[in-house]
């Protein structure tokens, strides 16, 4: 099978060949009685006619191949544009916006102007530039999943995006096309998650040894004090409780402000699925 690109220049060729094989002996033995001059006109009008044809038959598939990369062409912007991720094309060296889609625009809150007179550098914190410019330079053939990054928006808001990118050249330069998902939510909740479990995990610590640890001084100081032989002994056995008592008391209070810490986070969980 041949490809769709050498369809037509091998058609016109064997139609070609096929014209030139037989026009010629058909005009001969159709008009062998007329003078050779004559007949050499004809040959040359068939040859006209031939280029005629062919000429108009070019003409309109090069016009229907041109409406259908005109269509393709608007599909695929259709695609870019419309996409509801943000999307943008970065020139590899400049770190330049060639291009952004609507999305990113709402998102960002940028203009596209301003973003085509931006580097990726400006919708990153200052810690993140020198990775990210290098993560962009790196040549990988393919589609690359490049991992979730820290965003700014132009209010100043931090955002995290999830971004795959692919190299292409876009009119002759070398581009990367960018698609970044919005995974805020999902970190910031992931985070939340985190700090409940490190809360509950210093609360079941507190409780397991800081707890036991300040009462089981305070069983056994109490049993000495009972078999106290002096009233210094007594005192100073009592003092001993007090300080543990004490000690007590401040692990109660840690346990009780992470308690309520872990409440604050429900009662903001409610609020948002509210």
Avoid at 210 to 216: A, I, N, P, Q, T
Wanted: proline fraction near 2%; aromatic fraction near 10%; hydrophobic fraction near 40%.
């Amino acid at each position: 099978m041949l490809s769709k690109s050498l369809r037509i220049p091998v058609g016109f060729l064997i139609t070609g060949l096929l014209w030139a094989w037989f026009s010629d002996p058909i005009i001969t033995l159709f008009f062998k009685e007329i003078n050779i001059h004559i007949r050499d006109m004809i040959r040359s009008g068939n040859d006209f006619i031939f280029v005629g044809i062919i000429s108009i038959v070019l003409y309109y598939r090069i016009k229907h191949q041109q409406k259908q990369l005109s269509v393709s062409e608007k599909q695929y912007r259709r695609l870019f544009e419309l996409n509801p991720n943000p999307m943008a094309v970065v020139n590899r060296e400049s770190l330049q916006f060639v291009e952004v889609n609507r999305s990113a625009i709402e998102l960002y809150g940028y203009t596209s102007d301003e973003f085509l007179s931006m580097t990726i550098n400006d919708i990153r914190p200052h810690e993140d530039r020198q990775k990210a410019a290098d993560a962009l330079k790196m040549r990988e053939y393919g589609l690359r999943r490049v991992g979730t990054w820290r965003h700014l928006k132009k209010n100043g808001e931090q955002l995290y995006m999830s971004i795959v990118s692919y190299d292409i050249d876009f009119n002759k330069m070398p581009c990367t096309l960018v698609m970044a998902n919005n995974v805020t939510g999902l970190v910031l909740k992931e985070e939340k998650i985190k700090s409940q479990n490190e809360a509950l995990h210093e609360i079941a610590w507190l409780n397991s040894h800081e707890v036991r640890k300040s009462l089981c001084s305070v069983m056994s100081l109490t049993a000495l004090l009972k078999d106290a032989s002096s009233e210094f002994e007594r005192s100073e056995y009592i003092r001993m409780i007090e300080q543990c008592t004490n000690e007590l008391d401040d692990v109660l209070k840690k346990t009780n402000n992470r308690v309520d810490q872990l409440k604050e986070y429900n009662k903001k969980d409610q609020l948002a699925v509210h």
